[in-house]
């Protein structure tokens, strides 16, 4: 397809996407830095999270917290929230951390732990239909969608017809054997290095890690193929996983993330692609569906 073609197609892909734009900011406007645009966006470009839709795992060394994608995945959030309710993750075990690449946590195939309400299998989610869904498209080019940008807090792309959330670092996924119906939430993994959209289409992802992916991030890398523990010394053992909505309330955290439809956060989309800091010498003008950051805070 030409040019002039794909960029017919990209204009035609729905009145409901908006566009962040790619024009540089106008010179005479103020810089303002993340932490400054963050600080001055109102309150009503914020959008609190579900504790129903949040995991806490609870590891040796601290917490992560994992915020579900209800709108994108549904059948695996309801089946990963039974297997939650079930303590199905207590005394399971990161099993897997492959360097640029993964890390992996679940049970070892034939581990007989009840899963409560969960089920082994499930359809497959890897995308939903494309109309209706409302994106913060970015103009820039993209190597793997004809469309990309940001809708209901997660990284998205599309071609079209469908639509799919993104293999972007922190982003949660359901693993699977060879079958499409084979992942049904009980062994998940989260990306911790340079984005693996080959996976798009292929995987469920099934939310993203809010908080504490340091502490995933840095676990140390299995010597074993595709980065496996051989050993069980080299695992960590997960103490146990809850949702939010199951915690009391002084143990929750009041998360809330920056909407991804705000002006705040196309203001965000700017200020990474155009970098006018004094130290940048060339201000770039492009930006990578991975590269915008989705901030998180906790809500005062």
Known sequence: MGIVGRLAGLIGLGLMASCASTDAPASDLPVRSLGEILEQSPASDWRAVDQNNLLYMQLPTGRV???LAADYTPLHTANIQALARAHYWDGAAIVRSQE???VQWGRDEGDARPMGQGQATLAPEFDQPRAGVNITRLTDPDSYAREVGFANGFPVASNGSRTWMAHCYGMVGAGRGDTADSGSGAELYVVIGHAPRHLDRNIATVGRVLQGMELLSTMPRGTGALGFYETPAERTT??????GSELPASERVNLETLRTDSESFRAVIDSRRFRRESWFLDPVGH???CNVPLPVRVRS
């Not at 997960?238 to 949702?243: H, W, Y």
């Open 287 to 289: 930006i990578n569906l």
């Open 100 to 102: 640029n690449y993964v």
């Open 65 to 67: 917290i994992i915020e």
């Open 238 to 243: 997960i103490r146990s996983v809850r949702l």
